[in-house]
């Protein structure tokens, strides 16, 4: 396996709770191994500070970098404002088509 | 029909940065199933509210980044000579100060004389209680901290007790570092306060290596050590060094909690040289080593169906 696929569910909202979940849920599938990490985000509907805060710290253990995959005007605010306000620790763009986000991947793989 | 539902969208924006010039951060404003230009613009009003509530009036324009999850409650019990008969445990977070350092000692040796005094003056006249009165406490290590308190009795006792709330940070990993909003301000300068958060950040997003040296640290942000050392100091209550090291522990702790990464590699992986180093700051940080943590290898937590 080259690449981590992170789908969320459907109405998600991320909250404290939720982040820390699909943190440990993550590290526990990768096994110790760290990949370059694509999220299909579109399944969030919202977040809230403590989770955005989380991801874009704890979230970052065993990534080299995230593709966000967003399809909606609305994610793309999200999603904009958790890159330039939460500031996640690992290199982190916003794609709308799953290639692009793959290509961008590409580069962190050792 | 479209148009009275954009109609209420707008009055609800209003309303919301009516709110805000406030200050009152605690709304949100309520979101539809709309994907257009005017719900972009609620929720980036929604974030900016809750960012700004939970950063700015916490630390004073630096942004840490971490919730403010909930107030704890911290209680004194004096006797009528204002002798320090109990408290709950917070206050030794607080103060910095043991238990046997404060219990059966003069509240004088830790509020300034005139607060002292004023608490004198409270109990001496014949003013209702319970009153809220602002005290000068004076922490081991720090600079007077003034903290509303409120002032009352006890039921059948003579005993008299102070009552202060002091915010906290949601940490899981150790007790809780307490702060207070109503520390005074030094002045600061803007340009200080920017300087100290790109430093934060870039030590978040760097927890993996070992830290630079504060000569090196001082040249990457085009600055002199003495400014980058004190301005982090007067932000973050804590040293440059200390907030890397308790951070990348914290991060450790994280990894053996959730990984089964040999211990050996989690040192590595966090910034230490060697493994010996790395196993004493965390038994000095969590009063246990590392190999002494239960590790998790039951496989996933299960996420809420949503």
Redesign the interface.
């Known amino acids: 396996m080259v690449f981590f696929f992170f789908e969320y569910?459907?109405?998600?909202?991320i909250d404290?709770?939720?982040a820390?979940?699909?943190?440990?849920?993550r590290?526990?599938f990768q096994n110790?191994r760290s990949y370059p990490v694509l999220c299909d985000i579109r399944g969030i509907?919202?977040?809230?500070?403590?989770g955005r805060?989380y991801l874009?710290?704890?979230g970052s253990?065993?990534t080299k970098a995230v593709g966000l995959i967003v399809h909606?005007?609305?994610l793309?605010?999200?999603s904009t404002?958790y890159l330039q306000?939460?500031?996640p620790?690992?290199p982190t763009q916003i794609f709308t088509e799953e290639d692009d986000a793959l290509a961008y991947l590409k580069g962190f793989i050792i | 029909m479209k148009k009275t539902h954009d109609d209420e969208r707008i009055v609800a924006i209003h309303q919301m940065l009516f709110e805000m010039a406030r200050c009152n951060f605690n709304c949100q404003i309520p979101l539809s199933s709309n994907d257009d230009e005017l719900e972009r613009l609620v929720v980036l009003i929604n974030m900016v509210a809750e960012e700004i509530k939970e950063s700015i009036f916490h630390v004073g324009y630096v942004n840490p980044h971490r919730t403010y999850q909930f107030i704890a409650q911290t209680t004194f019990v004096l006797d009528s000579s204002f002798l320090i008969k109990s408290f709950t445990p917070e206050v030794t977070y607080f103060l910095g100060y043991s238990e046997v350092e404060l219990i059966d000692q003069p509240l004088a040796g830790i509020v300034t004389t005139a607060s002292l005094q004023q608490l004198q003056n409270v109990l001496d006249t014949s003013i209702s209680l319970p009153r809220t009165i602002a005290l000068d406490f004076k922490p081991k290590e720090h600079l007077p901290v003034s903290v509303s308190c409120s002032i009352g009795k006890l039921v059948n006792s003579s005993e008299i007790i102070l009552n202060l709330v002091t915010p906290a940070r949601q940490d899981s990993y150790s007790p809780l570092a307490y702060e207070n909003i109503n520390e005074k301000h030094n002045k600061t300068r803007k340009a200080d306060a920017l300087l100290t958060q790109k430093l934060y950040d870039y030590i978040l997003a760097h927890l993996e290596d070992p830290l630079p040296s504060l000569k090196v640290l001082a040249s990457k942000f085009g600055t002199n050590d003495r400014k980058l050392k004190d301005g982090f100091r007067q932000f973050f209550k804590t040293s440059i060094y200390q907030f890397y090291n308790d951070e990348r522990l914290k991060r450790a702790y994280f990894m053996i909690e959730h990984t089964t990464i040999p211990l050996k590699n989690i040192s590595v992986m966090n910034g230490f040289n060697n493994y010996s180093n790395f196993s004493k700051s965390f038994k000095k940080r969590f009063g246990f080593s590392p190999y002494e943590m239960k590790r998790n290898e039951t496989g996933f937590t299960s996420l809420p169906e949503g």
Not at chain 1, 45 to 50: D, G, I, M, P, R
Request: with cysteine; net charge positive; charged share 25%.
């Open positions: 569910k459907p109405d998600t909202i404290l709770k939720v820390q979940c699909v943190v440990t849920d590290i526990h110790e509907v919202a977040t809230k500070k403590s805060d874009a710290q704890s253990i065993l909606e005007k609305v793309l605010t999200i404002f306000i939460s500031k620790s690992v």
